[in-house]
């Protein structure tokens, strides 16, 4: 199986920044895609951010202009990069790893999810 380590959460001011990353491990073979969601008691999971392995990326409008995703392939690890937090930014995020794992099998793994808390 491929499982998928998230770290970077924690407590924040408004105003700042926070970068959090999610690591692949397992027989993986290669990554298609790549994302964050976010949720919040008595809501759905929305999105965050994508992006694929070709690198095109895309945002939620509430965070274009603010977060960046990014990738280290070497390492099998994407990256939320989050500047400008704002007190609704404060979330449980989750990573979204999809691709393949021991050549031929398809996956599609999530994290445990992070608490960002952003103080006002």
């Known amino acids: 199986q491929v499982q998928l380590v998230q770290s970077g959460g924690g407590l924040v001011q408004a105003g700042g920044s926070l970068r959090l990353a999610c690591a692949a491990s397992?027989?993986?073979?290669?990554?298609?895609?790549m994302g964050w969601y976010r949720q919040n008691p008595g809501k759905q999971r929305e999105l965050v951010a994508t992006?694929?392995?070709?690198?095109?990326?895309n945002y939620a409008d509430s965070v274009k202009g603010r977060f960046a995703i990014s990738r280290d392939n070497a390492k099998n690890t994407v990256y939320l990069q989050m500047n400008s937090l704002k007190s609704e930014d404060t979330a449980v995020y989750y990573c979204n790893i999809a691709g393949t794992r021991s050549l031929k099998f398809t996956f599609d793994s999530w994290g445990q999810g992070t608490q960002v808390t952003v103080s006002s």
């Open positions: 992006l694929t392995s070709r690198g095109s990326t």
């Open positions: 397992g027989s993986i073979s290669s990554i298609n895609a």
